[in-house]
């Protein structure tokens, strides 16, 4: 009896010993886990503080230059009408171009924004066009748009850039190139003769034909980035005038190119004393 008495006490106290071993082992695992949670959280703060610290020095980069900005005198930025920013020395080519405008032209522009458009449309007719009536130029808070007639660039019912249009390409094209940030649309337009040969199956074929060949041409001859055009057929279905007269006719046959030119270096480029 007392032998079994002594074994038993013996069997609890191996009993109470696995018990705290578990425990001492379970808590050691939270211990871990818990210092490996702080460690993570630690490197997430670091990684966070410095992101931080960029934040706030882009921010002081920012305020530096806001601050340089503000202490230009000579090529101080103006804002016109909420539409486009440009400094002292764009007005003041703005203003020598306007001088020389069309005064029934010029009676037309009733706001800032307008004057501006008289002044580059003036500028750009004067730069592109060789023949009167040839090119027409509208423009729209600075977007512009040209209508070149399809006379100047391709032979009737062809989609091949005639020679004759060499000159008025390579300036469209130094045009372009001076604001590499633009876009810029170039749309072939028909009349409404309907066209069906071998190479064209109607009027959007020829429409598209024409206007991937001005692309090309600017891309491979003008060196005009080819990631900033568009090429697009339109065909006869956005007339400027209806097709009931021949003259009418040749009006709507033409190709538009679409820009959005950068006014400060558009201006510099357009400058008339150094064309």
């Known amino acids: 009896m007392k032998r079994l008495s002594v074994m038993s006490v013996v069997l609890l106290v191996a009993l109470a010993s696995c018990v705290s071993k578990k425990k001492y082992v379970a808590l050691e695992g939270n211990?871990?886990?818990?210092?490996?949670?702080?460690?993570?959280?630690q490197v997430e703060k670091e990684e966070l503080e410095a992101k931080v610290s960029k934040i706030e020095a882009r921010v002081a980069e920012y305020n530096e230059k806001i601050n340089s900005l503000k202490e230009i005198n000579d090529d101080q930025m103006t804002a016109v009408d909420d539409i486009t920013v440009m400094s002292n020395n764009t007005k003041e080519k703005m203003r020598a171009t306007l001088a020389k405008v069309d005064p029934s032209a010029l009676a037309e522009a009733k706001t800032l924004e307008d004057s501006i458009n008289v002044a580059v449309a003036y500028n750009l007719k004067k730069t592109i066009a060789d023949e009167e009536g040839d090119v027409d130029i509208n423009i729209d808070k600075t977007v512009v748009m040209i209508n070149i007639s399809d006379k100047l660039l391709f032979n009737s019912g062809s989609y091949r850039?005639?020679?004759?249009?060499?000159?008025?390409l390579s300036k469209l094209a130094e045009v372009i190139n001076s604001e590499p940030s633009m876009e810029v649309m170039v749309e072939g337009h028909t009349d409404s003769k309907t066209i069906s040969t071998e190479l064209f199956q109607d009027n959007w074929d020829l429409s598209v034909k024409r206007a991937t060949s001005?692309?090309?041409?600017?891309?491979?001859?003008y060196n005009v980035d080819p990631a900033k055009m568009i090429a697009?057929?339109?065909?006869?279905?956005?007339?400027?005038?209806?097709?009931?007269?021949?003259d009418n006719m040749a009006k709507n046959r033409r190709t538009r190119i679409v820009i959005i030119p950068n006014l400060d270096k558009f201006f510099a480029l357009l400058d008339s004393e150094s064309l």
Do not use: F, M
Request: glycine share 2%; aromatic share 2%.
């Open 31 to 41: 211990l871990a886990d818990t210092q490996s949670q702080l460690t993570k959280t």
């Open 161 to 168: 850039v005639s020679k004759n249009a060499e000159t008025i």
């Open 214 to 221: 001005i692309v090309r041409i600017l891309q491979n001859d």
């Open 232 to 246: 697009a057929g339109r065909s006869s279905y956005i007339p400027l005038v209806e097709n009931d007269t021949k």
